[in-house]
């Protein structure tokens, strides 16, 4: 009997226990929903929800999850490396009783949101919030593309990318397949206008990050319609640059030119007339995201070049840490831009048309117009003699997320006007510059603005040309081809010394590279006599 008393006052004991367990652990249904300020619609969206210690939530269900990692490597599905994740203006979680603080964002032209949110034991939560627009560069004709994506796609998953596209306001995401001496990464299932996936103001098309070195650096083609790849003449990157333009794409170096020697392959490249544009603008090198030391030298020796910019996802943060697993891997889609400005309607055959006439500016924030004689960044104009040019640019920003500091006109690489915030004409929101310039011989000019901390815009250049004349800059030209032939030295350097490692396979291709050199050096010599 006694047992028999202990055993039921154990079980009533325990069912106590349970039901006020469960009582204390109870969630609430935290139910949000994110709409766009122009539609009013639900819109995708960059999500991170943190508990009052900074933790990570887990995920809902309504998560769009892309495999996705360095090297082709499954390192992460659902979460971005900052540990956000993407939904489709939508999401549901149960989460326990406490406090938690959301951030949404949908890229440079939208304002981040932060909301500090009580959930209370039991109680349902319904949020709606808005995603409210600073800038709508489509308004005014231009389209945001991300030049720079790293991330396996077939037709399965153009939907999905698609959405991550659109959660960072762009208009284009590239997808580039990769590759080195050894093989493909990323691979893409078609190329040129059999690669576009399109829904309604975004597009995916594809490219390639191929051929790629540490000795003569990185490049990327665009547009082109299909892959391009020697693998037994892998070091000979004109054939791959002829090529694609025989495929009706364009070609360009990557990383500003300055990671893993890419000065020494454009000195080649860009001398012998192959190169269309140069991603200027990336977070990947140190010093970064704006690096022009390569853009001017090449611009200033009378070469075109196109201003592009890419995230290179999922490497690049805001920060030096390409290629590395530090703690500090914050890599961000669209985190870097380039806007390309359309005659009409939003379509691959009219992007492709404006970025191949290089009617583009970069950004990581920032938004700029440029023109001069009313004519585009990337093109040209032709005085019949010296004359006066009208020059006009606009720097858009926000007060607080992009509080502009200064707008400069840059010709031959040096600022030639500038101004700064300081008058109810000339503020963090809006900066202008518009003045007659008189001219004698031809120069390049463009645009560059600054906000803050790493934001940033540059334009292509408009080129201006005297009966018919280049644009180069005779002060600075003896000094850049010196340094030209630097860097053929140091390439002729590496090829006499035989190496095994994978990654240093210059002097297997040695005769086809001194006779390039060799060609560099006859273009080096007739430019020496402008």
């Not at 154990?10 to 929903?33: D, H, K, M, P, R």
């Not at 790293?150 to 037709?155: N, T």
């Not at 040096?414 to 518009?434: C, F, H």
């Not at 201006?464 to 030209?477: L, M, Q, S």
């Amino acid at each position: 009997m006694i047992l028999q008393k202990r055993f039921s006052i154990l079980i009533l004991l325990t069912v106590f226990t349970a039901f006020n367990t469960q009582g204390q652990n109870q969630e609430s249904s935290l139910n949000v929903t994110i709409t766009d300020q122009d539609s009013g619609d639900p819109t995708p969206v960059r999500v991170k929800i943190t508990d009052a210690n900074g933790n990570v939530t887990h995920l809902p269900v309504e998560v769009i999850s892309v495999m996705y990692g360095r090297d082709d490597r499954p390192e992460r599905y659902s979460y971005q490396p900052d540990s956000s994740f993407y939904v489709d203006g939508f999401f549901k979680l149960d989460l326990q009783e406490g406090e938690y603080q959301i951030t949404l964002s949908k890229g440079v032209e939208y304002l981040d949101q932060t909301h500090t949110i009580n959930l209370k034991r039991g109680a349902p939560k319904e949020l709606k919030f808005e995603m409210q627009r600073w800038v709508k560069m489509s308004d005014l004709g231009w389209y945001s593309a991300d030049d720079h994506i790293h991330i396996r796609r077939s037709p399965r998953e153009n939907p999905l990318i698609l959405k991550w596209v659109e959660a960072e306001g762009l208009n284009v995401g590239v997808m580039l397949q990769m590759g080195d001496y050894h093989t493909t990464y990323f691979s893409q299932y078609a190329f040129g206008e059999k690669g576009v996936y399109k829904e309604n103001e975004s597009m995916l098309s594809t490219g390639q990050e191929e051929p790629r070195t540490h000795e003569i650096g990185h490049t990327i083609a665009m547009v082109a319609d299909e892959f391009v790849r020697f693998r037994d003449d892998y070091y000979y990157y004109d054939k791959v640059f002829d090529q694609v333009h025989e495929l009706n794409g364009i070609m360009g170096y990557a990383h500003q030119g300055m990671s893993f020697n890419g000065s020494t392959g454009m000195t080649m490249d860009v001398l012998d007339g192959k190169v269309d544009f140069l991603e200027l603008l990336q977070f990947c090198v140190e010093g970064g995201p704006l690096l022009t030391q390569n853009y001017y030298h090449y611009l200033d020796l009378g070469y075109k070049l196109t201003a592009t910019a890419g995230s290179d996802f999922p490497w690049c943060g805001d920060g030096p840490n390409f290629g590395t697993d530090a703690p500090s891997w914050n890599a961000r889609i669209g985190n870097v831009r380039f806007y390309t400005h359309l005659d009409g309607n939003f379509d691959y055959k009219s992007w492709k048309e404006n970025m191949v006439a290089g009617h583009t500016f970069v950004s990581s924030g920032p938004m700029i117009q440029f023109n001069v004689n009313d004519q585009f960044p990337g093109d040209e104009i032709n005085l019949s003699g010296s004359g006066k040019i009208t020059i006009n640019a606009k720097a858009f920003g926000h007060a607080e997320q992009v509080p502009l500091t200064k707008l400069e006109i840059i010709a031959h690489g040096k600022v030639i006007r500038e101004i700064t915030p300081g008058s109810s004409d000339q503020t963090s929101e809006n900066l202008t510059l518009n003045f007659d310039l008189n001219i004698e011989k031809g120069i390049w000019i463009a645009a560059r603005c600054y906000a803050g901390p790493n934001q940033v815009a540059h334009t292509t250049p408009v080129y201006i040309t005297v009966n018919n004349g280049g644009f180069h800059n005779e002060a600075t030209i003896q000094d850049y081809l010196s340094l030209n032939e630097k860097y053929l030295v140091e390439l002729e350097n590496k090829l006499k010394e035989p190496s095994e490692q994978a990654n240093r396979r210059a002097w297997w291709y040695k005769k086809g590279l001194k006779e390039r050199i060799e060609n560099t050096r006859k273009v080096i010599n007739s430019l020496k006599e402008k």
